[in-house]
């Protein structure tokens, strides 16, 4: 059974109790993913992060969720490209709005 390296370093160390939050949705770990999801799901990860993205989300359910709530995002982006290298006038708009 394939384990990602993260996950046993983390296993004996949190068993403490913290309030009774539910910690399931967004563990601490996933704080330093998070915002990194949106970057690899436009392809704006170095190759390196790439990588390490994609095991994170091998082992976690939550950020993989996050992932494919983003890939419409994706999808729109390409289209938007392939738009704008069609469409001068869409494509001065964008210049101006950078
Ligand atoms: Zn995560
Ligand atoms: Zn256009």
Redesign the pocket.
Known sequence: MPQGPARSAREGAGAGKSGGRKQEKM?R??DR??PDVALYVIGALEAEERAAMRW??LS?P??RAEYEELLPVRDWLDQTRQHLASCRACRDDYRAFL
């Open positions: 563990n770990e996933c993913w998070r994170h989300l976690c939550a950020c």
